[in-house]
T-cell receptor, first 115, second 112 residues
Framework: KAGVTQTPRYLIKTRGQQVTLSCSPISGHRSVSWYQQTPGQGLQFLFEYFSETQRNKGNFPGRFSGRQFSNSRSEMNVSTLELGDSALYLC??????????????FGEGSRLTVL | GQQVMQIPQYQHVQEGEDFTTYCNSSTTLSNIQWYKQRPGGHPVFLIQLVKSGEVKKQKRLTFQFGEAKKNSSLHITATQTTDVGTYFCAGRRTGTASKLTFGTGTRLQVTL
């Protein structure tokens, strides 16, 4: 069974640009969540999607958005990039959502550098 | 909002020594999960604890969930160099379909 796939793995952008990151969950998994990881802030929750609906949102500005498609694949978008957006963006999938959620399976991440 | 703190932030041990990381939540949790992230890697699930006072073991690793379901610990007996990495706890607040909040993490370094 293929794992969680994130693309692209690495990307470099300049301030003001926008970026779209993609996540394909494990087959059969219906929940996708996104996390931002930086050395100083650890794993910060961005969003959680289940059945194409955003179920939870973290404390990030409106420049960060996401969506989930009918095949459970998910994308996140960051507009008007700032230097502080440089981070590893991790996607995780799970079978279910909420209190029934079991383990999260993480992808390798997309490492974004903003210059 | 919910906060999950871990201590220590960093620990350096010699191979064979024991190691413990503690996880404390500001709110009662429905369950707690533990993950390990190797340097340059992604978090990998270790275990989930659900019941108050639950203790689970995986070889040299012992996981405990507090009676009040607000804290947890991970203890490694006789560390090995393969234990190197950052250990995260993660929990969901009780009663709502709330987000999974990760702890601040404890980075473990093991030297020979």
């Amino acid at each position: 069974k293929a794992g969680v796939t994130q693309t692209p793995r690495y990307l470099i952008k300049t301030r003001g640009q926008q970026v779209t990151l993609s996540c394909s969950p494990i087959s059969g998994h219906r929940s996708v969540s996104w996390y931002q990881q930086t050395p100083g802030q650890g794993l910060q929750f961005l969003f959680e999607y289940f059945s194409e609906t955003q179920r939870n949102k973290g404390n990030f500005p409106g420049r960060f958005s996401g969506r989930q498609f009918s095949n459970s694949r998910s994308e996140m978008n960051v507009s008007t990039l700032e230097l502080g957006d440089s981070a590893l963006y991790l996607c995780a999938s799970s079978l279910e959502w909420g209190s029934n959620t079991g383990e999260l399976f993480f992808g390798e991440g997309s490492r974004l550098t903003v210059l | 909002g919910q906060q999950v703190m871990q201590i220590p932030q960093y620990q350096h041990v010699q191979e064979g020594e024991d190691f413990t990381t503690y996880c404390n939540s500001s709110t009662t949790l429905s369950n707690i999960q533990w993950y390990k992230q190797r340097p340059g890697g992604h978090p990998v699930f270790l275990i989930q604890l659900v019941k108050s006072g639950e203790v689970k073991k995986q070889k040299r690793l012992t996981f405990q969930f507090g009676e009040a379901k607000k804290n947890s610990s991970l203890h490694i007996t006789a560390t090995q160099t393969t234990d190197v990495g950052t250990y995260f706890c993660a929990g969901r607040r009780t009663g709502t379909a709330s987000k999974l909040t990760f702890g601040t993490g404890t980075r473990l370094q093991v030297t020979l």
